[in-house]
């Protein structure tokens, strides 16, 4: 029997397994090529897998929910429509999605290294967990060993190594140990325990689904490793939303996409990053990276309740045509879960719309490794003191907040506020005669 070995692919460079979410197949079927088998999950991305041949479902490997490391096999199709054949006569192809990646940072929760949940900002390989769940390794002891795989990774001749060094500390006499200094420890990522909660008779209890567990590790995460500040501005938009009313429709019908206000943000966010480096940055332990692309990432509210991060690549690069047509794109298929997973990759600096919910002002949590992200408050009529001439004048004028949270190890306040304030006068200088 001919058959094709269907195997977990590689979802992103650094990305090692996979969760196998749905099965649209079962062993039997009969598929065509572009047939949906199944979903997988990373920590990144969901991502549906279609078939690369016809065939027939001979075996399924493993079931729905199970972790499963990037090249295992994961269904046998037979070619020929035999369903039972010997190994010996099986001439195997497997197939793998290819994608590309940024460094990902991995929840090690599930290598039960330990019972509390911690957060980690290295990946461990399936393998070097289980090594250390087999022989105990605690959390802290794993994130202290040094990796000489690529970017400082843990691999198994380390995680071997240091048990080995560990046995044969144990085996020495107390006097001998205490001679010898601790190495020392490197800085870890510990999550208070949170105080226990009482589920009373009428109360309901629901169930975080992967996606919300991962959401909820990151915010944290974040919150731990960047000492966030936030400041807010207040910009007076009136002449851009009077340029959007005007051109709204002449915009559709000319390029076939509705503009918001949305890409105008990310047009003056991307002029403004440009200028200020320091904020399109990342730090690696004692170093700041400067990124030479502005990625720009805006976060959208999926139907699920969930949230991604769907990226503008050198949005510094697009005019206004190009950012509302990216943009939309990518809305739009975040919103059908369409996106490619390098869709959210790279992302350098992140923007929420909180108007999109009428908010007019927020503290957004910074989307790592970035250092810096904007909240959009809801444009709204206000009254404001203008002054003219012949003095000063009440007049009705659209305005909206603009707050960002940003890193404060490395930018301080008055970085912060002149790139905020930079943002606002870039939507205030709007030209309102700028042609569509
Ligand atoms: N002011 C006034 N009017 C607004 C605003 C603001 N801020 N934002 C949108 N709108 C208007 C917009 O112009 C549209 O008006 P019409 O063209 O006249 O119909 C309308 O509201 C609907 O806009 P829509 O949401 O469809 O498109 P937009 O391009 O503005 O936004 C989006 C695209 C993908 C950002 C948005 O649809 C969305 O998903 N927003 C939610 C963002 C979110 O969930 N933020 C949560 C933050 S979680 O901070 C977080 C990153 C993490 C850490």
């Known amino acids: 029997m001919a058959s094709f070995n269907i195997v977990m692919p590689k979802l992103g460079e650094s990305i090692q397994e996979g969760t196998i979410t749905k099965w649209f197949v079962k062993e039997g079927d009969t598929i065509e090529e572009d047939d949906m088998l199944f979903e997988v999950a990373t920590d990144k991305v969901d991502s549906e897998i279609p078939s690369p041949v016809d065939g027939v479902i001979t075996k399924i490997n493993y079931p ?175 002449e851009l939303v009077l340029w959007r009313n005007k051109n709204k429709e002449a915009f559709q019908k000319k390029y076939g996409d509705k503009i918001t206000f949305m890409p105008i943000f990310t047009e003056a966010v991307a002029a403004a990053l440009a200028e200020f480096p320091m904020v399109n940055s990342s730090v690696d332990g004692d170093k700041i990276i400067l990124k030479k692309d502005i990625n720009v990432g805006i976060a959208v509210a999926k139907p699920d309740g969930n949230l991604i991060v769907p990226v503008i690549k050198n949005a510094e690069q697009r005019n206004l045509v190009g950012l509302t047509k990216e943009l939309n794109r990518l809305a739009d298929a975040a919103r059908n879960n369409k996106l490619d997973p390098a869709e959210i990759q790279g992302g350098t600096f992140t923007i929420t719309n909180f108007g999109s919910f009428g908010n007019i002002i927020g503290t957004p949590i910074i989307n790592q490794p970035q250092v810096a992200i904007l909240a959009t408050g809801i444009i709204e009529k206000k009254p404001a003191v203008l002054e003219t001439p012949s003095g000063d004048v009440i007049a009705i004028r659209h305005k909206m907040y603009l707050s960002l949270s940003y890193d404060h190890r490395i930018v301080d306040g008055a970085l912060g506020g002149a790139f905020l304030r930079r943002i606002a006068d870039y939507l205030e200088q709007f030209d309102t005669n700028r042609a569509i």
Request: glycine share 4%; aromatic share 2%.
């Open 64 to 238: 729905e929910d199970s972790l499963v490391a990037v090249g295992e096999v994961l269904a046998v199709v037979s070619l020929d429509g035999e369903v039972e054949a010997s190994e010996t006569e099986t001439e195997s192809k497997e197939v793998a999605a290819k994608t590309e990646d940024t460094p990902v940072k991995a929840d090690i929760t599930d290598a039960s290294v330990d019972d509390s949940r911690k957060l980690s900002n290295r990946f461990y390989s399936p393998l070097v967990k289980t090594i250390a769940k087999e022989e105990n390794v605690s959390f802290d002891e794993l994130e202290s060993i040094e990796g000489s795989g690529v970017g400082g990774r843990v691999q198994k001749k380390d995680i071997m190594a240091y048990l080995e060094s560990r046995d044969s500390s144990a085996a020495q006499p107390a006097a001998m140990k205490e001679s010898k200094p601790a190495a020392p420890a490197a800085p870890v990522l510990e999550k208070k325990s949170a105080p226990p909660v009482s589920v009373g008779a009428g109360d309901t209890v629901v169930e975080m689904d992967r996606v919300r567990k991962l959401i909820a590790d990151h915010m944290v995460m974040s919150k731990q490793v960047s000492p966030h500040v936030t400041s807010v501005v207040e910009a007076d938009v009136t």
